[in-house]
Structure formats: C-alpha cells, structure tokens
C-alpha cells in the first residue's frame, strides 16, 4: 500500500508511523503543501493522510486536484471542531474519509485496507432495480431513462442504498452506514438530510421519490415504468 503523509500532530506521527512501518507499508512524509502538491501530482498514491485542515484554501485545493486530474488516490482527514457546512463543502469536494481521532489500531488497519480496494478497484455500472424502472449508475454518473445525472459519491451511495431496500423504511443511521461505511465516523443526522435534499433535487420530478418518514427515516417510492 502506498501511502503520502503530511501529519504535523506529534502524537498522531508517531503512532501512525510505528505501526504502518511495521506492516511494511511504502510511505512518503511531506513537509508542507507545496511538496504534497508535487507528490500527488508526480506519482501514484492509494491514500493522502492529513491532519492538517489548511481550510479554506490549500486542502480545498488538493481536493479539487485530485478530482480534476482524475488521480484516483483515496483522502482521509484527521481533525475536529468542524462546522456542518465545513464538512459538506469538503465532501463535496471529494473527501472519502473524515475522523476526529486517530482510530485504534485493529479497527484503522481494516479502514486503510478498504481505502486502498476503493483505489485499486475500477468502478463497475451498478443496475438499480426498484419493480419499475432500471438506473444504471457508474463512477458518479445516474443514468435515469436516458438523463445523465451527476452525483457526488456519498449521493451515490444514499441512492443505491435507498433503491437497494426500498421494500422498507430505513432509520437514517442504518442510511448513514452503508453510505459512510463505519459506524464510529457517520455524521450528525442533519447531514444526511442535507445530503437527500440534494438528491431529490437533482432528480427527476416525475417517477420515484425519496419520501420522509418523520423521526425515522426515509424510503424510495418507485415510479411508474415508463
């Protein structure tokens, strides 16, 4: 596993660098975020680990690198005291991990190597079914009855959660799950609800729903086959 490193917090280095050595990981430390800068674009990496926010500007801009120039690594951010909005624009923007405190080790070591799968694998068109109409959705991309609709990828993965089960009601935790993968790290419910009022947003209007069970959560009502 190749990993780029920019970690400033003592504790955090340490500990992190102690272990991944000893797993014999390939590891590059950079020093500031010009040098992360050059690393990202000059060789391939399966994760960038920071804990380093450089919020609103330098992280805002390395995010927005490696989605334009499509270089496939997976971003983690360590940090806390964030703002809603703070963490829906760097989603947004790309980010796939965000953890307030550096996991113990057993349970970091099974989400570094489900990050680094994310990276390897290539994206396959998934087919969503809901007994009416066929959504095929790759790499970001919602195919709906011919309309392309672009998804971030945590709207991706609400939506293919939600078709998934739709012959039920899902509690937004058990939404948050699957959509942010570790129940240790999903956000506050309110974040899920902005993410679904996005979604219906760029849904759509005719055909299937996301509709809203009150203090529970949300289920797809599908549409007419059209």
């Known amino acids: 596993m190749k990993l780029l490193l920019f970690l400033t917090k003592t504790e955090i280095n340490l500990r992190f660098l102690a272990r991944l050595r000893a797993e014999l990981h390939q590891i590059q430390l950079a020093t500031d975020y010009r040098q992360t800068e050059a690393f ?13 926010i450089f919020f609103e500007l330098q992280l805002l801009k390395l995010l927005e690198l490696i989605q334009t120039e499509k270089l496939g690594v997976q971003t983690c951010l360590i940090a806390t005291d964030l703002t809603l909005n703070q963490k829906l624009r760097l989603f947004e923007l790309g980010l796939d991990e965000l953890w307030s405190v550096l996991p113990p080790w057993p349970e970091l070591r099974l989400r570094l190597k489900i990050l680094a799968q994310k990276t390897r694998l290539p994206e396959r068109a998934k087919l969503l079914l809901d007994g009416h109409n066929s959504y095929y959705l790759k790499e970001g991309i919602l195919d709906w009855a011919g309309q392309k609709i672009k998804l971030r990828p945590k ?3 609400i939506l293919e959660c939600l078709v998934r089960y739709q012959y039920r009601v899902l509690p937004r935790a058990e939404i948050m799950r699957f959509a942010w993968q570790y129940p240790a790290e999903t956000p506050n419910p309110d974040t899920l609800d902005v993410y ?3 979604l219906r947003l760029k849904l759509p209007q005719k055909g299937a729903v996301i509709k809203t069970y009150r203090g529970f959560g949300y289920r797809w009502e599908p549409g007419v086959s059209k």
């Open 155 to 157: 709207e991706a993965k």
């Open 196 to 198: 679904i009022r996005r």
């Open 40 to 52: 990202l674009e000059t060789k391939a990496w399966d994760l960038f680990i920071t804990d380093q």
